[in-house]
């Protein structure tokens, strides 16, 4: 069980980083997606 809950608390940890990261990009996360978005099109 507390493998499990650990690996939850990882997630989450993870989610939340991503999330604050990416308000604090703002313009610049739109962006860095939209050029992988064109890397993948390209590939």
């Given at each position: 069980?507390?493998?499990?809950?650990?690996?939850?608390?990882?997630?989450n940890?993870?989610?939340?980083?991503?999330?604050?990261?990416?308000?604090?990009?703002?313009?610049?996360?739109?962006?860095?997606?939209?050029?992988?978005?064109?890397?993948?099109?390209?590939?």
């Open positions: 069980m507390t493998g499990a809950l650990s690996c939850v608390g990882k997630a940890f993870i989610r939340q980083t991503i999330a604050e990261t990416m308000r604090s990009l703002g313009e610049d996360a739109v962006i860095r997606s939209a050029f992988s978005n064109l890397w993948s099109d390209e590939t």
